[in-house]
């Protein structure tokens, strides 16, 4: 095999053999393929599109290009979710720890920042302290203690896919079904996970757009992940306006422990009682979906899911007091703005994308692979859609470092909420199910 023939066959619109994509997968690893090659393969399967067999197949050939973890002998069930991706997001913070509270192992690898979307690495390490890059020794030690952890993926988890996911960003071809589902998988399979639920946002502060594109995206990776032997599942789920009333790593962070201690039990509960409910139902560990969410939901209310999550840090070089007092450990901006708002009316709608790429100029998020992250600068208190305000009510809370920066940061606030006489119609939380 070469990899001119194989890029022939996509442009061709040919999908290319389980043993040729195996044979480019492996290397993409060991750059046996050269850079030219990988684009040409990334624009071929994006401009030609996969079938379905095809599709399986590279992410499993993406998969096997690196090491595959084993959780034999751990004695408990090896479950993990992934969102999307969306803004004031940080389900995977409260969930993870609330289903190592109820008895199952989550080793969740986990991204950073991309595009107007926040990374959970980012926000773990908004943490002092934590690091989320631990070796197979390490991670198999913090899952048996903690119980759940969040890591970056290791150099020998899936590294074709971090070569083509590079060369991907570089050639307009992020935006392929076929290449979003298999390197998403590629890395959740090498995890040797018993199972999945896939978190697929849509909306103003989504990828997806429309629930066309997300249910499209959903069936894809629901589709792929069963037939690579993972039982999976997904919900689309409503992005039109933030999970949590904050953007912001140590914003968002802050917004976790308030949902984990009790002051929050707002729509981000609700959403993880869900997701863990169907990941709980579809493990056979409860007797259905409702008994599942009832689980995950106790076990943040009665303190066990703070109690996991402390340990989580714990484990990860975090604090060992964090959970008590959270809000001496997290970093706060040095410019603190409230804005409010000019005119009366209802929020009737909130440009989520806007505001993510807001925090990013704030230095919240990378512009470039080399920048350093300000883990303090964002949002907090934002207003809700569909909520009433008048002259003077709070829109939200610019947290910046440098005045300058605060000003940016306010108008864009103001130009991503738009003001209007009349109350909206608010999406449901979860708009779809995809078995």
């Keep these: 095999m070469d990899a001119r023939s194989i890029i022939a066959r996509l442009r061709h619109q040919e999908t290319p053999t389980a043993a040729e994509l195996t044979w480019f997968a492996q290397g993409l690893a060991?750059?046996?393929?050269?850079?030219?090659?990988?684009?040409?393969f990334a624009m071929g399967v994006c401009l030609s599109k996969l079938n379905d067999e095809g599709r399986v197949a590279l992410t499993l050939a993406m998969r096997d290009s690196g090491r595959v973890l084993d959780w034999s002998g751990l004695g408990k069930p090896v479950l993990d979710k992934h969102s999307t991706g969306g803004v004031g997001d940080c389900v995977s913070l409260v969930l993870a720890p609330a289903l190592a509270a109820c008895g199952v192992a989550v080793p969740m690898i986990s991204g950073r920042g991309l595009g107007h979307t926040g990374g959970t690495l980012d926000k773990m390490e908004a943490i002092p302290g934590v690091t989320?890059?631990?070796?197979?020794?390490?991670?198999?030690?913090?899952?048996?203690?903690?119980?759940?952890?969040?890591?970056?993926?290791?150099?020998?988890?899936?590294?074709?896919?971090?070569?083509?996911?590079?060369?991907?960003?570089?050639?307009?071809?992020?935006?392929?079904?076929?290449l979003i589902t298999a390197s998403i998988l590629s890395k959740k399979l090498a995890a040797g996970l018993d199972g999945l639920i896939l978190d697929v946002k849509v909306g103003s502060g989504a990828f997806m757009k429309s629930m066309d594109?997300?249910?499209?995206?959903?069936?894809?990776l629901v589709q792929t992940a069963n037939a690579a032997g993972c039982k999976t599942s997904a919900l689309?789920?409503?992005?039109?306006?933030?999970?949590?009333?904050?953007?912001?790593?140590?914003?968002?962070?802050?917004?976790?422990?308030?949902?984990?201690?009790g002051e929050n039990r707002g729509r981000i509960l609700e959403l993880c009682a869900i997701l863990g409910?169907?990941?709980?139902?579809n493990a056979g560990l409860v007797p259905s979906v409702d008994a599942g969410a009832e689980q995950i939901a106790k076990a943040i209310r009665s303190g066990a899911a703070a109690e996991a999550f402390g340990r989580m840090i714990a484990v990860q070089g975090g604090p060992l007091s964090f959970v008590d007092d959270w809000s001496r450990f997290l970093p706060e901006a040095t410019v603190i703005r409230e804005v409010q708002a000019t005119e009366a009316g209802f929020v009737t709608a909130i440009d989520g994308e806007a505001l993510g790429l807001a925090v990013v100029a704030l230095g919240g998020g990378r512009q470039i692979e080399t920048d350093v992250i300000d883990p303090a600068v964002g949002y907090s208190d934002l207003v809700e859609l569909g909520a009433k305000v008048t002259r003077g009510t709070t829109l939200g809370v610019v947290h910046a470092s440098r005045p300058e920066q605060a000003n940016a940061a306010e108008r864009a606030l103001r130009a991503a909420i738009t003001i209007g006489a009349k109350a909206p119609a608010v999406p449901d939380l979860i708009c779809a199910r995809v078995d």
Aim: net charge negative.
């Design 30 to 40: 060991d750059m046996t393929v050269s850079d030219a090659q990988a684009g040409a």
């Design 132 to 178: 989320t890059a631990l070796d197979d020794t390490r991670l198999r030690q913090a899952v048996e203690q903690a119980g759940a952890v969040i890591v970056g993926a290791t150099a020998d988890i899936a590294p074709a896919d971090k070569r083509l996911y590079a060369i991907r960003d570089v050639t307009g071809t992020v935006e392929s079904l076929d």
């Design 213 to 220: 594109e997300a249910e499209a995206l959903a069936t894809a």
């Design 236 to 261: 689309v789920t409503d992005m039109n306006q933030p999970l949590v009333p904050a953007l912001g790593n140590a914003l968002e962070v802050a917004e976790v422990l308030r949902v984990l201690t």
């Design 277 to 281: 409910g169907v990941l709980l139902d």
